[in-house]
């Protein structure tokens, strides 16, 4: 009787992604217009409202990144957002 070998299982192998994520995004690609936009954009006086302290905190210029994005994708709630941002690579760029 001939040894049953299967294949090895591969479900928990550890995934490497290209060192720059921004590789897997096309240079056209509408998540480039909206970073080079938000990044023209002076936030001078929004960050003059922040007292410091506490925690660190995530940049208001990512957060408005992420808000603009995720609303031209037509993705509203922020469970779906955390969602995107765990699964997609054009909001995780």
């Known amino acids: 009787m001939a040894k049953i070998v299967f294949k090895e299982d591969k479900s928990n192998q550890l995934l490497l992604l290209p060192p720059d994520i921004g590789s897997l995004i096309p240079d056209n690609h509408l998540v480039r217009v909206v970073d080079e936009v938000i990044n023209r954009i002076k936030l001078t006086p929004l960050l003059e409202t ?15 990144k992420i808000l603009t994005y995720a609303y031209i994708e037509r993705i509203y709630t922020n469970r779906r957002i955390e969602k995107a941002l765990r699964e997609n690579v054009n909001f995780m760029w």
Do not use: E, H
């Open 50 to 64: 922040y007292k410091g302290g506490g925690a660190s905190s995530y940049s208001p210029r990512i957060m408005l």
